[in-house]
């Protein structure tokens, strides 16, 4: 029999359309949403899944577990968060089929020459896992955009584009991000255009690191000064976008972070049932989604 879905964190309000599951008085069952059906995959995503697998057998492990976290937003001002992630490095992740990390891992990222000794104790103990043979994959958020190949290669992760489509156990999953989606923020929209564009970050890594650093934390706190004058629902993810998201893949399963507003939303796409499963930050608590051969879990990581 599958595994219940327990109970997890309410997002706060009605966002994003559809049914928000919410700290449901008994476990509730979502494996009847992950029915098998035909997806288009590229090649990376299959090789995803292959090297996955591939690296359980090598350990000599019995893995089938592959993880999801998000938001992490690593910084030295805020120690017990890379205290944590630290720990789930050590135990939980060491013998997990793969690792995916769906951005902002860190608090901002400036570029790869960036020498923060903080940060380097952090790439070492992401390369101390990926030596342990378990596949890390990395997506961009919109603090760690500027992350690039000499970082992959420090680290051992893989870096994946924004939206991509991976096969977990037999069902087609879309993963992102997640800022994409946040549609009816213009303003934001206009700043990730901006920031995206592959001159502008040639530009922005052609001056000194301490010049970066000044600019990240300007960025930093326009971004919370941003967020704290618009409308919550405007911040959350637009329900059309995500649908029309997955229209586009074939897919009726999204999971992604950015909002923070870890829930588990069920709606009906073209009269199928589909779901969108939003991961937290580790701000408070740990955040991270489990999924099985029967299935995901969103869970807490208590500190």
């Known amino acids: 029999m599958p595994r219940p879905f327990p109970a997890f964190l309410a997002a706060r309000g009605p966002f994003g359309g559809g049914t928000i599951i919410r700290m449901p008085a008994e476990p ?20 995803v899944i292959v090297v ?19 938001d992490l937003h690593l910084e030295a001002d805020r120690p017990g968060i890379g205290e944590q992630f630290l720990s789930f490095l050590d135990t939980e992740a060491a013998t997990a089929d793969a690792l995916y990390i769906l951005g902002d891992l860190f608090e901002y990222w400036i570029g790869d020459d960036d020498p923060d000794p903080y ?16 596949p890390v ?18 680290t051992g992760v893989q870096l994946l584009n924004d939206p991509a489509p991976v096969n977990i156990y037999g ?16 303003k934001y929209q206009e700043v990730r255009r901006m920031t995206r564009n592959p001159a502008w970050q040639t530009a922005m890594l052609g001056k000194p690191v301490a010049e970066r650093r000044a600019i990240a934390e300007q960025a930093r706190a326009d971004s919370m000064a941003h967020g704290g ?14 649908e029309a998201l997955l229209r586009s893949q074939d897919v009726r399963t ?16 073209d009269g199928r049932p589909a779901m969108r499963i939003v991961l937290g930050d580790w701000y408070e608590q740990g955040s991270v989604v489990r999924w099985d051969e029967d299935g995901p879990e969103l869970s807490v990581l208590q500190r």
């Open 28 to 47: 509730v069952n979502f494996r009847h949403l992950l029915k098998e059906r035909p997806c288009r995959f590229s090649r990376r995503a299959a090789f």
């Open 52 to 70: 996955a697998r591939a690296a359980a057998t090598d350990r000599g492990t019995e893995a089938v577990t592959t993880l999801f976290i998000s």
């Open 119 to 134: 940060y380097a104790s952090m790439k070492e103990a992401i390369s101390g896992l990926t030596d342990r043979g378990v």
């Open 137 to 154: 994959y990395f997506m961009h958020g919109n603090r760690d955009f500027m992350i690039g190949e000499s970082f992959a290669a420090e």
């Open 171 to 186: 069902t087609p999953v879309l993963l992102s991000h997640g800022d994409a989606l946040c549609t009816d923020d213009v």
């Open 229 to 242: 004058a618009i409308d919550l629902t405007i911040s959350d993810v637009n329900q059309a976008a995500v």
């Open 254 to 269: 999204l999971l992604h972070g950015h909002t923070h507003r870890p829930a588990v939303h069920e709606f009906p796409l």
